[in-house]
């Protein structure tokens, strides 16, 4: 067989990938169909595929590249790491400078009370490690049987067993016989698609209070933590109404139950922070990192624990790791990202300039006959499309095609933007110009306009 190269016809390399490459949440007709999209190369926030298209990426890859492609700094950072000390384990009594010096940088960064990493090679691992972290921490309280994590419907913590149970996606739980044991979903905040007649305050705390519903159901002895995502992601950008938050900090607080935030997505200023969790007011035992970390560059995940849990924890051993536990060369590359970070107050710049700019364009896309609601914190966000504005009814009999139809004619007006359903969501490399924004806002609006047309 040839080598196989950028410069390969384009038909060639996606006849290889269909016959090799089994891809994630993807059918294999899909990709016969389409053709699979062959990305060459990338800098700043645009992509360019093996055509030659320059394509703006509104999904920053899978809501992690914070930092923008392309940035020597991290691909130095790598290759100097890989010739010092490419690998060692941090197990049995062993560490290394890089794992070091990231955990004291995650230190200083995270909320107070926040100071101990324990690292994994993605989020669905972190998450994993999560289940059995708090349940270890609950026997080693004496309370074994405070073994239950309630998360919620249309959560998505990762695709492992573990993340994918915590997780509340039906499509996931239906193979593979998941959620595992001890798992319960409460509904999700999503007050357009489920609020009814309620306003979203009533509905931000009704929902909220079925935490409280399920502590007493089961009995607070049993319960062990409550896991979210600050703002939900990959279940639609969907953001909580201003009273959720609050009143789960509240239950939590009362019952003792562990809040874990899930901020792979939130974290590392996706919302105008350094964490979701800051931008949500809430004060999280357990904070699951990974993306943004790193800003993709390598593989890298992790859970940030509370003094309490880590004091607890630490009395006794985790018999739990990964051989990829703080990579040293995956830990040079995160913390050059956050280096870069610092030094160029990306979060800031989020917070003040470049999110404050993006909100007012992206929300007067409900100007569009498509768009129901616009919600947006920080460089996430979403948009409802519906056939009525006022009764927000979804598309009956094509639920989830139309927002397909957008997401294709994204495609080729220049623009990664996804699709849940009949929501579009986007999630940008926290470095984008507002010129870029105006980019993005301009092919957004020429998808809505074309799939208003073939739908009409
Ligand atoms: N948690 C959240 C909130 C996520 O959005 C994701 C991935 O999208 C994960 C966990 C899983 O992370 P990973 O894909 O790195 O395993």
Request: charged share 20%; with cysteine; glycine share 10%.
């Amino acid at each position: 067989m040839s080598v196989i190269t950028n410069h390969m016809p384009t038909e060639e390399l996606q006849a290889l990938d269909a016959a090799h490459h089994m891809h994630p949440f993807t059918t294999q007709d899909e990709l016969a169909e389409r053709g699979v999209r062959v990305i060459t190369r990338a800098k700043g926030v645009t992509l360019t595929d093996s055509e030659g298209h320059e394509i703006l990426d509104g999904m920053a890859g899978l809501w992690c590249v914070n930092i923008g492609y392309g940035r020597e700094e991290l691909a130095e950072a790598a290759a100097r790491q890989m010739r010092e000390l490419p690998y060692y384990n941090t197990f049995f009594m062993t560490t290394h400078v890089p794992v070091i010096a990231l955990s004291a940088k995650l230190a200083q960064l995270a909320p107070e009370g926040l100071n101990t990493v324990f690292y994994a090679g993605s989020g669905s691992e972190a998450n994993d490690t999560n289940i059995r972290l708090v349940r270890h921490y609950w026997s080693a309280m004496g309370k074994p049987e405070k073994s239950i994590i309630i998360s919620r419907q249309n959560a998505y913590h990762g695709s492992t067993l573990g993340g994918a149970s915590l997780g509340g996606m039906v499509p996931m739980h239906q193979q593979g016989g998941l959620p595992l044991p001890d798992k319960h979903h409460i509904g999700q905040p999503d007050w357009w698609s489920e609020g009814g007649d309620m306003s979203p305050e009533e509905f931000g705390l009704m929902r909220a209070r079925e935490l409280e519903e399920t502590i007493l159901h089961y009995g607070e002895d049993r319960i062990a933590a409550f896991i979210g995502e600050p703002v939900q992601g990959a279940g639609g950008v969907i953001v909580p109404p201003e009273t959720y938050w609050p009143e789960i900090q509240r239950i939590c607080d009362k019952y003792g139950i562990l809040l874990i935030a899930d901020e792979v997505i939130c974290g590392f200023g996706r919302t105008g922070n350094w964490f979701g969790s800051e931008t949500m007011g809430i004060r999280p035992d357990i904070m699951t990192i990974a993306k943004g970390l790193s800003s993709g560059y390598a593989p890298i995940g992790g859970s940030i624990v509370s003094d309490e849990i880590a004091k607890v924890v630490n009395a006794t051993e985790f018999n739990h790791g990964y051989t990829y536990s703080g990579h040293p060369v995956c830990s040079a590359v995160a913390l050059e990202n956050l280096r870069i970070m610092e030094e160029e107050r990306v979060v800031e710049t989020v917070r003040d300039v470049t999110a404050p700019y993006l909100k007012q364009k992206w929300e007067a896309l409900t100007d569009h006959p498509l768009v129901g609601e616009a919600k947006i914190v920080g460089m996430m966000g979403s948009i409802a499309l519906t056939p009525n504005k006022e009764s927000r009814a979804p598309f009956a009999a094509e639920k989830g095609t139309v927002g397909y139809k957008c997401r294709e004619h994204c495609f080729d007006t220049g623009l990664v933007m996804r699709h849940v359903g009949d929501r579009m969501v986007i999630s940008p490399p926290l470095v984008i110009k507002p010129e870029e924004i105006d980019m993005l806002i301009d092919r957004a609006t020429i998808a809505l306009d074309k799939t208003y047309d073939q739908i009409k």
